[in-house]
């Protein structure tokens, strides 16, 4: 029985080394990705991942209406957005 776990010990610990280091990091950044983008707001200057930079104009459950200028408006998936460059700040937030 001794023999088992000290056969097993080895590959349990790399099993928690790579949970501790690759899969549970992975899991926060896209548990905080997941909540920026459930948190847009009409008037959030944001950007893309292909690059595209823009103010949501229109929100709906699972798409944005992206202001690009001059008139233009795209409607991207809500999952597209990579960052918010600057969130609109509401009137709660100025009196705090």
């Not at 029985?1 to 080394?17: K, R």
Request: hydrophobic share 40%; aromatic share 6%.
């Amino acid at each position: 029985m001794a023999e088992m776990i000290s056969l097993l010990l080895p590959f349990i610990l790399m099993g928690l080394v790579f949970y501790f280091l690759l899969i549970r990091p992975q899991q926060k950044r896209q548990k905080a990705i997941n909540q920026m983008q459930a948190d847009l707001k009409k008037g959030d200057k944001i950007v893309t991942i292909g690059g595209l930079q823009g103010v949501v104009h229109s929100l709906d459950e699972d798409a944005i209406h992206i202001d690009v200028g001059g008139g233009q408006k795209l409607t991207y998936e809500r999952s597209a957005v990579k960052h918010v460059v600057e969130p609109v700040q509401t009137e709660e937030q100025d009196n705090n």
